[in-house]
Nanobody, 115 residues
């Protein structure tokens, strides 16, 4: 069974920074990509950033230039460096892992940027 554990959320003032981390454990084969999604109150879950096993990245337009996703393949871990945070970045951030046969989600970590 594959499990994802996120860490690093919290309360940060506008313009501040946070770093989210996600570690995967279990029997994991043929990872396609790992990434971060977020869900703001009253809204649908949306993509934030993903990174493939080959290192290709994809970002939501709203976070380009502010967020950076990175991956430690040896540890099956993914990080999200978030800079210049805005109130609209508030939400629960979920780690995601996709392989050729399954998709797994973490339980989420809350990021709050007050207005």
């Amino acid at each position: 069974q594959v499990q994802l554990v996120e860490s690093g959320g919290g309360l940060v003032q506008p313009g501040g920074s946070l770093r989210l981390s996600c570690a995967a454990s279990g029997r994991i084969f043929n990872i396609y990509d790992m990434g971060w999604y977020r869900q703001a109150p009253g809204k649908q879950r949306e993509l934030v950033a993903t990174i493939t096993s080959l290192g290709s990245t994809n970002y939501a337009d709203s976070v380009k230039g502010r967020f950076t996703i990175s991956r430690d393949s040896a540890k099956n871990a993914v990080n999200l460096q978030m800079n210049s945070l805005k109130p609209e970045d508030t939400g629960v951030y979920y780690c995601n892992l996709r392989t050729s046969v399954l998709t797994t989600w973490g339980k989420g970590t809350l990021v709050t940027v007050p207005s």
